[in-house]
Nanobody
């Protein structure tokens, strides 16, 4: 496949958990990192978490640190985002993104050239 494909979104209550999955593209040998971003209605797209495909180092936005965990399965070309203790403020469309460059930061959208279509996460209070 050409683009990443997300799955696992849905409607949950505050305090619940949800796991998002992203099937990476077929660019196995050029992939350097995968990231998750989100965009809430009326807001700009923001960084959530990222993982280096080379070193497995992980990076998180302050707003999700301690609640979200990003991981990768190299054999399955998949990235997971485990989201615990969800809050209504986490409501957004979540996008999976893939990079093939060695960037100075995995926290910026410009690092990623390939994007999924997004999956909706809604957290009710």
């Amino acid at each position: 496949q050409v683009q990443p494909v997300e799955s696992g979104g849905g409607l949950v209550q505050a305090g619940d958990s949800l796991r998002l999955s992203c099937a990476a593209s077929g660019r196995t040998f050029s992939r350097t990192a995968m990231g998750w971003f989100r965009q809430a209605p009326g807001k700009e797209r923001e960084f959530v978490a990222a993982i280096s495909w080379i070193t497995s180092s992980t990076y998180y936005a302050d707003s999700v640190k301690g609640r979200f965990t990003i991981s990768r399965d190299v054999a399955k070309n998949t990235v997971l985002l485990q989201m615990n203790s969800l809050e209504p403020e986490d409501t957004a469309v979540y996008y999976c993104a893939e990079s093939s460059i060695y960037a100075s930061s995995l926290r910026v959208a410009s690092t990623y050239a390939y994007w999924g279509q997004g999956t909706q996460v809604t957290v009710s209070s």
